[in-house]
């Protein structure tokens, strides 16, 4: 039995390389957004920054508007690459799934146990257990984009795929494990939506109007029903139509999935997550000593960022390769799948976003997880840029 084909750089679609270049680049953005909530937070302007993101604009906080209002369009965006990818992109098949697919559930599981090991004994810090499991596909792309072509186009796919299934299980782990007390009749008004989209996207409906329409009072429900708010932008991506031509290639111009996509990509990467990541990187580091540095809720953000996403993205594509359950991506050898790892510990976006759903209401902890995620993001960031900047450029074999 032949061992399947490796990950073909050529394959990827036009609009594929545009989401690798401009995603690299919103994750440069997302630097500097992150790096300027640090030093607002930590200045003169601090009290005013918390105060802002405090106050209330009709029924819900500033805070509460970019996390639950645009992050739900963030999520919406999330879901559609999803939907894309599997249905006619780089996760089209099983043999395209196998490497990036158990390379992400070793880089979400092997993190999850390491945080538990350093917080088992505090049942409410073991709530965060899946805060080091998720990867920030724009941090990571943005670290790649300053190594240029060093890096073969096959391990930017890999990356791109894992971090695309990675945002899937984070999105499932979400609606199981962060979900509130529910509203029943909330819920059931909310299936009632969703239904009706789904009836738009049976009867051929291309409009995107009416989709956006029931997607905004979807989005109403969900919030009231206990589930978080920004599950209904993936139940509205997964009923938006991917309408393919005759000979089975997509239709980039008909298609309502690529026109939504397309009206949303560069809003999401350079308006929406910088916000985010401005509203929730701020912590005041005044007043905290080295010690928070050890504290167990920090040391299991941190380490299972860092040691938990390399151990497990590189044993879980080990053994595949060994299997003959995939290939390495071609070009790419196993120094450089090293370096890919370790950035698949940049967890910033998604990780931060687990942290305030694991810990609401208390700030102590949400800023203990906001300093292991950015120490962690940060260890990992470097670590990955320098094992690639350095590793040798020809694959070896496996």
């Not at 917080?119 to 790649?144: E, H």
Request: charged share 10%; with cysteine.
């Amino acid at each position: 039995m032949n061992a399947p084909q490796p990950l073909r750089p050529e394959r990827p679609t036009s609009l594929f390389r545009r989401f690798l270049d401009s995603e690299a680049s919103g994750g440069l953005v997302l630097m500097a957004a992150a790096a300027l909530a640090l030093i607002v937070a930590n200045s003169g302007l601090g009290p005013v920054y918390v105060s802002a993101l405090s106050a209330y604009l009709g029924p819900l906080s500033v805070l509460h508007w970019i996390n639950d209002g645009l992050m739900a369009v963030f999520f919406l965006f999330v879901g559609l690459e999803i939907k894309r990818e599997m249905l006619d992109g780089q996760l089209a098949t099983w043999s395209r799934r196998a490497l990036p697919g158990l390379a992400a559930v070793g880089g979400m599981l092997v993190p999850a146990l390491i945080y538990l090991a350093f917080t088992w004994p505090d049942p409410v810090l073991r709530q965060g257990w899946a805060i080091p499991a998720a990867t920030d596909i724009a941090f990571a792309l943005g670290v790649l984009s300053l190594l240029g072509p060093r890096v073969p186009a096959s391990l930017k796919v890999f990356l791109a795929a894992l971090a695309i299934l990675d945002d899937l299980g984070a999105v499932t782990i979400i609606a199981l494990f962060y979900t509130a007390s529910l509203s029943l009749m909330d819920l059931g008004l909310a299936a009632v939506v969703l239904a009706g989209l789904v009836v738009l996207n049976r009867m051929g409906v291309m409009r995107l109007l009416p989709y956006i329409i029931l997607g905004a009072v979807l989005w109403f429900f969900v919030l009231r029903s206990g589930v978080h708010a920004t599950i209904a932008g993936v139940l509205l991506a997964l009923t938006i139509p991917l309408r393919m031509k005759p000979g089975g290639t997509d239709d980039l111009v008909q298609s309502p999935l690529h026109r939504m996509e397309h009206g949303l990509h560069h809003a999401v990467a350079f308006v929406i997550v910088p916000i985010f990541g401005f509203a929730n990187a701020g912590v005041a580091l005044t007043g905290l000593g080295w010690g928070v540095l050890t504290d167990p809720l920090t040391l299991g953000v941190s380490l299972g960022l860092v040691v938990g996403k390399l151990v497990g993205v590189m044993v879980a594509s080990f053994i595949a390769v060994r299997l003959g359950l995939a290939a390495l991506p071609m070009g790419a050898n196993w120094a450089q799948m090293a370096g890919i790892s370790l950035l698949c510990g940049i967890g910033f976006t998604m990780s931060l976003f687990i942290g305030m759903l694991a810990f609401p209401g208390n700030a102590l902890l949400q800023d203990g997880v906001k300093i292991g995620i950015l120490a962690g993001s940060l260890v990992a960031g470097l670590l990955g840029w320098l094992v690639l900047r350095f590793a040798p450029s020809r694959a070896r074999g496996a």
